[in-house]
């Protein structure tokens, strides 16, 4: 193809409408099927191993098109007033040569979601631990397969609130939830006119009976631990839903949202041996009381049962909006595993739907429920136990060094009130390379996890000026048993006991047990499968090993732009890219699924119109 790559002929020529794809694709298969040794480029070129149609396939599809050739595909399906004309700026691309890690990695070439799942019962039977997994840590009888992330499962509980009690037109939110999540649920709110009232959770006037819904955080935002059992009585006693916003390693240390009488638990599973992304993605996990069963967001992997059904009782039960998920076996007779509660779903209730949520953040799901089987209920109550102990020892510290620890009780997370001293020790730092959270006034917030070491304790407590060593700390927290009061939060019944999380600790076992989910599976490993619209843009295996980079890993998503600057050239060079391509004004990568995008958009067109002075434009 000489200096112009291939990879960006195929670019340019998908941005003007295709009008050259019959030219693109011979180039393309040439590439594939022989080689020029006076070309510059490199004889593995990636998009030669990306791309797959040979010449033969491309033939194939014309002659059962009856066309002649690619671009009379495209003029008779693209009208030429629509196609673009001129070729958008788009710079080269980088050159690679992936051969080798892509074959390492092969065999988790797939899909990204179960879209014909009883042909994915390896992956059903890794999101059936996962919902075993949350269910266990939340004490709460139903899990579903995960949802997209924190701020819209909390969404999500709000539709599940006007559901239950649709003559409710209001919801309440503690100030003390993470400030994302609420302004997500405001957003969800204000298309349903529900009003949402922000404060104190304490001060919520529930015997009112106004309320459909009240959401809290626990621990909250600022590491403080509450006790709402009286506050779930007063909740169920007014039919209001109550949710809790949790974290799930807390939750092997703490008491479960199920046991001081929660509806719903739901929270971020980033915890469970998921990188910090600089935001993501990460699985959401949200967990209910089977009275709430019928309306729970998303998917929900069933177990069959021996059970046999005919087809018309099948068709029926279906009718009527009965469960019929959990009673199929296979062929064999052998337990299968399928996708259940469709029925609810919009694609067959529309706008009676109980959400738009049809898909779930699989892969993430999966890590984290490896991340509890590798680990089992022991190995993470140890982790969670000593990531509280280096909280506590931070926490002694700082108040050797004179400052206070507004926390009566935490888990992970403190705040700190620093008085007029706040700029000095920020300031510090910075230079040590530590970021704090910013809170009001004098305060800061710290939050610890699983990668915090003794040399990095000290580096922190030398950022305070502690007069103590971060091994004297240790060493007296550790030594010290907690209070009676933290004693009554701490966590008494067992978790994860099934067999799978009591099984493969060892690495050899575990990639054992990942092989045999890998050989139950029918996926892009052993032949092509209908994809949705979302996963054709498929992502080539080996431009999924950068996102494991720490440069990229290791980034918390509220940290300074200052500190991203890598990703903000790699955001700014996308976003120009698209602009070009589609002819927009900007772009918005913030939706993380079709259903999410369909959402942004008809926001975004609501947002428009009132904007407009026309508010009242609702229908479509």
């Known amino acids: 193809m000489g200096k112009k790559s291939l990879l960006s002929t195929l670019t340019r020529s998908a941005a003007r409408g295709c009008s050259s794809l019959s030219s693109c694709t011979s180039g393309l298969s040439n590439a594939i099927d022989t080689y020029d040794p006076k070309s510059s480029g490199h004889p593995d070129s990636f998009v030669n191993r990306h791309i797959g149609p040979r010449n033969g396939d491309v033939e194939k599809m014309l002659q059962v098109l009856n066309v002649k050739s690619l671009d009379e595909v ?41 879209y014909q799942p009883e042909i994915s019962q390896g992956r059903l039977e890794s999101l059936l631990n996962w919902q075993t997994m949350i269910q266990d840590l939340t004490a709460l009888p139903i899990a579903n397969a995960s949802l997209l992330d924190e701020g819209t499962a909390a969404a999500e509980a709000l539709g599940m609130a ?80 109550s949710v809790c916003a949790t974290d799930l390693l807390a939750l092997c240390y703490l008491k479960a949202p199920g046991e001081f009488g929660c509806d719903v638990a739901l929270g971020c599973a980033q915890r469970f041996g998921v990188p910090l992304g600089y935001g993501g993605p990460h699985a959401a996990f949200y967990a209910c009381s089977e009275q709430h069963l019928r309306r729970l967001p998303g998917r929900l992997v069933g177990i069959s049962m021996q059970v046999e059904l005919c087809s018309r009782l099948i068709c029926v039960m279906e009718l009527v909006g009965l469960n019929v998920g959990f009673c199929f076996r296979d062929s064999s007779n052998n337990r299968a595993l399928r996708l259940t509660l469709t029925t609810r779903e919009q694609h067959i209730r529309r706008d009676k739907a109980t959400s738009n949520i049809c898909t779930a953040q699989a892969l993430l799901a999966n890590i984290a429920s490896m991340y509890a089987i590798y680990h089992g209920p022991k190995g993470l109550k140890r982790i969670a136990l000593m990531v509280h102990n280096y909280t506590r020892a931070l926490a002694l510290g700082i108040q050797a060094s004179g ?6 009780f935490y888990f992970d997370t403190i705040s700190v009130d620093l008085g007029d001293r706040k700029a000095e020790v920020w300031q510090r730092a910075l230079q040590k390379k530590h970021n704090f959270r910013d809170l009001e006034g004098s305060k800061i917030g710290l939050s610890m996890d699983e990668t915090l070491t003794m040399e990095k304790l000290s580096n922190l407590l030398s950022i305070f000026g502690c007069p103590k060593s971060a091994q004297d700390c240790w060493d007296t927290v550790v030594n010290e048993h907690e209070t009676d009061a933290m004693r009554g939060f701490e966590r008494q019944s067992e978790i ?22 890998e050989n139950k599976d029918f996926s892009l490993v052993h032949s092509m499968t209908p994809l949705g619209s979302c996963t054709m843009k498929l992502t080539a295996t080996s431009e999924i090993i950068p996102i494991s980079l720490r440069g990229f890993s290791s980034i918390h998503p509220f940290v300074p732009k200052d500190q991203t600057k890598g990703y903000q050239k790699l955001m700014d060079e996308l976003e120009h890219d698209l602009k070009e391509i589609t002819g927009y004004s900007a772009f918005s990568f913030q939706p993380n699924s ?12 609501d947002a428009y119109h009132s904007s407009r002075g026309e508010g009242k434009r609702k229908d479509s």
């Open 74 to 114: 495209v003029e008779k399906t693209v009208p030429d007033t629509i196609r673009m004309k001129f070729d958008p700026q788009v710079p080269e691309p980088l050159r690679s040569n992936p051969t080798t890690r892509s074959v390492q990695v092969s065999h988790r070439y797939t899909q990204y979601t179960p």
């Open 162 to 241: 006007m559901k239950t009690y649709p003559k409710k037109s209001a919801v309440f939110l503690d100030h003390k939830m993470h400030p994302q999540t609420i302004a997500v649920v405001k957003t969800r709110a204000s298309g349903f006119g529900i009003r949402v009232d922000v404060g104190a959770v304490e001060s919520a006037d529930i015997k009112s009976g106004q309320y459909c819904g009240v959401m809290f955080q626990y621990p909250d935002t600022e590491g403080n631990i509450k006790d709402f059992s009286d506050f779930t009585k007063q909740c169920k006693e007014a039919e209001t839903l």
């Open 403 to 408: 400052f206070s620890v507004l926390n009566d």
């Open 496 to 517: 994860l006991t099934h067999q799978v999380f009591n099984s493969y600790h060892s690495e050899h076992l575990l990639t054992r047990y990942l092989k045999k989910l």
């Open 594 to 605: 079709g259903a999410q995008g369909e959402y942004a958009g008809l926001r975004a067109i």
